[in-house]
């Protein structure tokens, strides 16, 4: 007997081989009989008639080549018993000479996979195949294991798709979720079937990136036929798909669980994501919202973070190396420019799932960007917060997508990574199709009621009223707890004393970094002399006192060196980026080496897993070449220096003092009372502020007009606003109280009559920016950073005027009158001035001109919300072709009330008195008719209305 003809005994009857030959390929059936024997051949028979008994219809070579039937009937074993009995009619195997990766066709017409409208299932001759994602995870198997683990791959692929096309398992939201799967028009400019995620080595072939159907037939593949089941180190334990691909394994379990077919095996452990997820210490899980800063605009759309928060266990864990979840676009090193922003909006770079620290938080967004981080609680039950773990896990791996600014964003990939853990397939849907907010983000999800582990209902998102301060904002905290620890020394210490302490207190105002540093040479010796002239039975709240108002010097004093790293990387940046010359970290590179660094699991943790995109920067300017600072830069670094020299000096002064006087005081205690301060000023606002941001607002108002001419008239009004947030808003989901916007805020007022309503007025904002926000002294570079701005572009109509259409764009500078405690209550007076241009049906006469205005909010009893607001504004302008001004002034008095909830929708009450007045002071020309331009009649018009907000 041959050893090919006693190979195949062997295999035909499953006798143990120490070899691996290569497999049989098809022969005529006279000569395979001469090989194999009468017996054998009938037994070979005998197995493919079993075999189409069981719905498997084997024809021609495929019937005929024993290595193909016996892997046919290893891929059905593969499969639980009841899913071996799929619908659809028989399943006939047609086997090609021709080869063809991994044995199998690509759905081209050379090619086919399927045809008779997927009755017959095309395999090929195996060929390898070059695709990464597959290479790699059979990198240990021979030649024959190979082509042996794709023939039962095939078989499961042909069975599982049976089974989707009767049930639909890919059509459901628990499948398509998680590969993000977008059908046809579900969102603008997708035309076909597509899929969020667009990492090659997401899916488990290229196929699998085809449709929502073949993900999971191809995933099908993979799970129930993995590599290990051909040998059983050809993959370490946390390489295996079972470690790898949580989400989807429990996903097509739960289906094929839910269809009664059966209960797939667990997953077993994972050591790496078992040490890792640490899921008996988690506690629960936060969003972050890392807020605008009142002086950037760029910044006012905030960044969303998740957070992972564990209990303390037997391994003490330092807040630093506390881990969160970054959902940014890899960015790289790349310029600031125009092409940044076009990338950044047309889908150049990719979204990524970053796990870091709060080490690495902390210092780019506390401290560099000097951004406060607000804390939202997850309502998770306790299985929704472990497939949590798991699916950040997956993502960090395998979760790319393209992103832009608008629609794909850090708001959006939050939604995603969120959707693919909530039970009952609950879905949390973006809070718009052309534009996904932050903010809004947020609404979204304190809308949805939930049942968490604690077990009463509430919303799935909740405020926590313990933000993460940045340096600046807590720098302006310290400054208030300065002047009032120096005021509370009033009458208990000597009078020259205390006077001393105010003019050092003076100088350590300066803007100057050497003078804070003198000042901070002499702090220890005055504050000694100032504890040494309080009575005895004073001494010790002098004390608490003065060591209070010591430890608020420096943190402002840290404030401003945090000011000044930001700037100097800022300026190394365009330094570095000035040269174009490529450096390590562009997107596209930064990209490949993630991806490259986490295909193998044995590899990866032997590496750090951490990304922290500051650490890459600096490490990039130690080697690269830069240009010389211009004048202007170098002065800036120098002041840099010159500042971290201050801080130095102020933290040796405290370590002085400390070590002197402060000596009985605990500094425990009070970080302590002054954190409990902090939470309870905290608590208090988000107690009384609006829940929702102003994002997608809709007022409806009616009420009387009463213009110059004519009788009164009924007016409706209805106001719809992309993002409309006030000065002085309240909301635990909106910007700082200290900053406005406005984007597509847009009122149309109608007279209601028989017939169509007539159009009174329109008035659209497009983009409208105010901030009330200023500097510390000591951080002020110019007088510019002791006042606030603003700025819009509008568009409005009025009936009433010569010219009736207008577009105007204007800016001012705001002196802050008077303020109260998060701008509760303020006064602010602006200068600034306007261009326009004015249009009708004949003419169009551009304009400009200074303009006045006044800004004034007075906060009412109850909730936050609740205010009285005048605006008004003065602007004379004169138009092109005219010998004289037009005045214009226009005032509105507005109350806020909040009336409360009605179910799940807030009211919001906005009764409204306006006044607008328009004209000339010169007198009128008798040929005024025979030019539009000559605008002499004066417009007035008065309007009161009652508006009503539900949200």
Known sequence: MSRRAAWLLCLLFALPVGAQPEPVRVQPAESLE????????RSLRERVRTLGNEGVVLSGAAADDAFLVSEVEAGLAALPPAMRRFPGGPLELVLHPESSPLGMGDGSEARPDWTEEGARLHLYRYAPSSERRVTLRMSRLSEVESEQLWRRRAVVHAVVRRWDEAREWSQTVRWRRLSGWLAPLERPLV????????????????????????????????????????????LSEDEQVRCQEFSKSRALAELVESSGLGALRGRGGCPAFDAWGEKDQLSHFEVLLVAATGRQPESLFGHLLLRPVWREGAQV???????????????GMESRGLDYVVKGMTGAYQTVFLTGTMGDLTHEALELEQRTVRRFRLRLTRGEEERMLERIWELERRGYMGYYFFTDNCASALLFLLNGVLEQERQVRPPGVLWVLPTATLDALAKVEVVGKEGPAGPLLEMIPDAFESTGERAVRADTAMREALESLAGRVGAQELSRLLRLHERLQ?????SRREAYVALPETVTQVFASASPANRSEVRDTLHAYVAHVVRVERAAVDRMEGERLAIERLRLLALQTPVEGASEAGVRERQRIFEREDVLQRKLAVLDRTAMFEEALAHAPRRPPTPEELKRLVLAERTEAAFVQATEAQGTLSDGVFAEVDPVAFLGADHRRKVAAETRWAAAALRESGAARTVVSVG????????ARPVVSVRTAGMAEALGDARQHGFQPSSELRVLDGELSLEPRWGTPRVVSTDMTLVGYRTLQRELPQFRDSAWDSLGWGAEARVTSDSERTLPYRATVQAEALLIVDEGARFSRFTAVGVGGLARMNWGEASMLPAAGPRVSLAHRTGLPGSGANAVRVEAAYAPTWRLGDTHLTHEAGATLQVEWWLGRAGPFGVLLTPRAQVRWEGSFAPRSPHASLSPSAEWNVVAERRLALGLEMR
Do not use: C
């Open 510 to 514: 300066a803007v100057d970094p050497d």
């Open 317 to 331: 864990r330092g807040p630093s190396f506390e881990r969160v979840v970054q959902l940014v676009a890899l960015t």
């Open 704 to 711: 009387m007009d009463f213009p110059s001419t004519g009788e």
């Open 34 to 41: 001469v090989e194999l024997g009468g017996e054998s051949l």
């Open 191 to 234: 035309w076909k079937e597509e899929a969020r995620m667009d990492f090659a080595g997401a899916f488990s072939r290229a196929r699998g990136q085809q449709s929502a159907s073949l993900d999971l037939v191809t995933f099908a593949e993979e799970l129930f036929v993995p590599v290990e089941s051909l040998r059983a180190n050809a």
